[in-house]
């Protein structure tokens, strides 16, 4: 799913607005809400450059997530350290570590914790935040993101 939070020089929506593009307010009640609600976020962030306060609006949209609880500061594969919350939600448990200055999302994982392969599902490495002059000339996806999807 790709979502455009907002057009150059328009307000950002609200968290509200934005959690009903990223998650359908008809699953609110399903076991699975939060985990589709962290992905679309994820998904949000590898796939647009957003300003900061758009940025802004994602974490509140995070921060209204169900099961979201703070794990304190933690390192990813690079080397950068950050904030990291956790959902666990659905025998899964999803992490993003957000910069602590920026608000930018650093990395994301997704472990399955029960069933009969029970393990890292993805993980999600963001490596430089660019943006194109035109849709002519799209930056590569992997610029944006390294993606490992191991199930």
């Not at 509200?16 to 998904?43: F, H, N």
């Not at 999803?94 to 930018?104: M, Y």
């Not at 993805?122 to 943006?131: E, F, I």
Request: aromatic share 4%; glycine share 6%; hydrophobic share 35%.
């Amino acid at each position: 799913m790709t979502c455009t939070p907002t057009s150059p020089g328009t307000s950002p929506p609200t968290p509200r607005d934005l959690i009903r593009l990223l998650a359908p307010p008809a699953l609110a009640g399903e076991p699975a809400y939060p985990r589709i609600l962290t992905s679309g976020i994820v998904e949000l962030a590898t796939s647009q450059h957003l300003d900061p306060r758009q940025r802004a609006a994602t974490l509140r949209a995070l921060a209204a997530a169900p099961h979201l609880t703070y794990k304190g500061t933690t390192t990813d594969l690079a080397g950068r350290t950050g904030m990291s919350f956790q959902i666990v939600a659905d025998g899964s448990t999803s992490t993003l570590l957000i910069h602590p200055d920026t608000g930018d999302l650093l990395a994301a994982t997704e472990w399955i914790n029960r069933g009969s392969r029970p393990g890292l599902h993805s993980y999600t490495l963001l490596l430089a935040h660019t943006r194109t002059r035109s849709t002519d000339t799209p930056t590569s996806p992997t610029t944006a993101a390294a993606v490992t999807r191991l199930r």
